[in-house]
């Protein structure tokens, strides 16, 4: 471990000589950066795939989807746009303000430091660097322990890509994470659980580090039948009790049409990321109440880590698998009376990452988004609004803080610093003691911008001003 706190010492105070250099604050470098994110993904696309493959058991299409191809668009966007995102924002600043001008300069943080979950190893890793390059920061990773080869390769190829003087990476788990959090950063990006959440906003608030929390829970997915038949995947379904098995028998199909008749033999259905959490799963499910609740699926294979997709209809609402993240092909479906009642099982939860619905119906949509609170809602499909870089990504309570993606990436590794440009030629006495009457009217004035009063007040032509 002294050989790893030596390590970190040392690539803290390089990064930190780097950004003190200024070299990351040239747009030059930045771009640089971002095209060396791109061309080491192009040229180890083969790599990434199989180290995912290895990983997660991920096919390889659904690794370029989810991860390879999501990072190259990242990066190209943010190549084609920060010439635009680095400009300085002219203020129009009020009357009030005459002749100063005010303007907003994206300034970056300094040294930020990354840590990533497993489920989108290289995507979740690569991305919050992607953003904290392109507003120019020195960035050190951390990938996930329980996704190895994955942090094996971004350690391996990241330094034989990028400056290895700005951006660093360093494998481990909680150890390492450990010894990284006693140090201080200028920004902390964090995706993860909850609870590992909170020891990250701990940490940094010994130093008053800000922090993005990227964190989980489970997100719902209502389906009113009443307007909508469409295959999906999603975390937990909500649906009236009157068209649960109607829905089972549409899910049926698809399942095989996803996955043929053998979904262990598919090569399309990721395993389970490790043996901890493959018996956390098994011991889940083998809850004498959640077995009874098994209406598809259900077997399982220790040795290949698999488990079959799964439906569960109506588990109890206290088990386990209704309340925690699940990580595995298994999907409950809550039963409600009236698909109305969706938005009150959603307020007794906590805020979730994402509200999905599928529904035309607008009255529920507005009491979907005017009722609830979650990262984000989408109608009428599922996963896209990660996928789209023009929105904000984030959780908002208990599913996380700050929000990344697109141009919402550079601002969340930038400070917005407000520029004011003042005149001497204009100082108005009145901003100073000694205090008295006229002072404190013009200032009344001033605040409620009461320009033509103002000038009664200074040419003596008004006394008194209404509180
Ligand atoms: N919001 C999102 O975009 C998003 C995306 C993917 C996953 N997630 C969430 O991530 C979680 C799953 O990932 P996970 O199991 O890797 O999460 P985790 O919280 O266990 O670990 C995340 C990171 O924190 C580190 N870590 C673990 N223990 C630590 C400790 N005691 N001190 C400091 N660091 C520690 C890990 O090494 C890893 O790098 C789920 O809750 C999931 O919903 C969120």
């Not at 990351?24 to 061309?39: D, N």
């Not at 140090?183 to 993860?192: L, N």
């Not at 989408?378 to 700050?402: E, H, K, R, W």
Request: charged fraction near 25%; include cysteine.
């Amino acid at each position: 471990m002294e050989a790893v706190k030596e390590t970190v010492d040392q690539s803290l105070r390089e990064m930190r000589d780097t950004f003190a250099s200024g070299r990351t604050r040239s747009v030059k470098w930045r771009k640089a950066q971002l095209g060396a994110i791109i061309e080491m993904v192009k040229d180890n696309e083969e790599k990434m795939s199989d180290v995912l493959f290895q990983d997660l058991g991920k096919h390889s299409t659904e690794a370029f989807r989810d991860e390879l191809g999501f990072v190259m668009r990242s990066a190209t966007t943010a190549l084609n746009c920060l010439d635009k995102w680095v400009v300085p924002r002219n203020s129009n600043l009020p009357l009030l303000f005459y002749p100063a001008t005010g303007k907003v300069i994206s300034e970056p943080y300094g040294t930020v430091l990354v840590l990533s979950s497993w489920n989108f190893p290289i995507s979740l890793s690569l991305d919050p660097m992607i953003g904290a390059i392109a507003a120019g920061n020195t960035v050190l990773l951390k990938a996930s322990e329980l996704s190895p080869n994955a942090s094996a390769l971004l350690a391996k190829l990241i330094p034989s890509y990028l400056d290895t003087k700005a951006i660093k990476v360093i494998e481990g788990g909680p150890d390492i994470a450990t010894i990284l959090l006693q140090h201080q950063w200028d920004k902390i990006f964090f995706t993860g659980s909850p609870k590992i959440g909170k020891i990250i906003m701990a940490a940094a608030a010994e130093h008053l580090t800000p922090v993005t929390l990227e964190l989980g829970g489970k997100c719902p997915t209502i389906i009113d039948h009443h307007s909508v038949s469409k295959d999906m995947k999603a975390y937990y379904v909500l649906v009236e009790q009157s068209f649960a098995s109607t829905l089972i028998d549409m899910f049926k199909p698809v399942i095989r049409s996803f996955f043929g008749e053998n979904p262990k033999e598919s090569g399309c259905l990721a395993k389970i990321v490790t043996k901890k959490h493959f018996q956390r799963l098994s011991r889940l499910l083998n809850d004498p109440r959640v077995k009874a609740s098994i209406v598809y699926g259900g077997s399982m294979d220790e040795e290949k880590l698999y488990v079959e997709p799964t439906i569960l209809l109506d588990p109890p609402l206290d088990s386990e698998i209704v309340n925690e993240e699940i990580f595995g092909p298994i999907l409950p479906i809550i039963t409600l009376r009236d698909i109305q009642e969706s938005i009150g099982f959603i307020k007794s939860k906590p805020k979730p990452l994402a509200i999905y619905a599928f529904t035309k119906d607008e009255n529920l949509k507005t009491r979907i988004l005017s009722e609830t609170s979650s990262g984000s809602v989408t109608f009428n499909d599922l996963m896209i609004q990660y996928m789209c870089d023009a929105l904000p990504f984030g959780g908002v309570g208990q599913s996380g803080m700050g929000r990344y993606h697109g141009k919402y990436s550079f601002e969340c590794f930038s400070h917005e610093k407000a520029i004011m440009e003042g005149s001497l030629a204009m100082d108005p006495e009145a901003r100073y003691p000694p205090w008295n009457n006229f002072k404190l009217n013009f200032i009344r004035l001033a605040f409620r911008e009461a320009y033509f009063k103002l000038v009664l007040l200074m040419l003596g032509l008004t006394k008194g001003v209404r509180k």
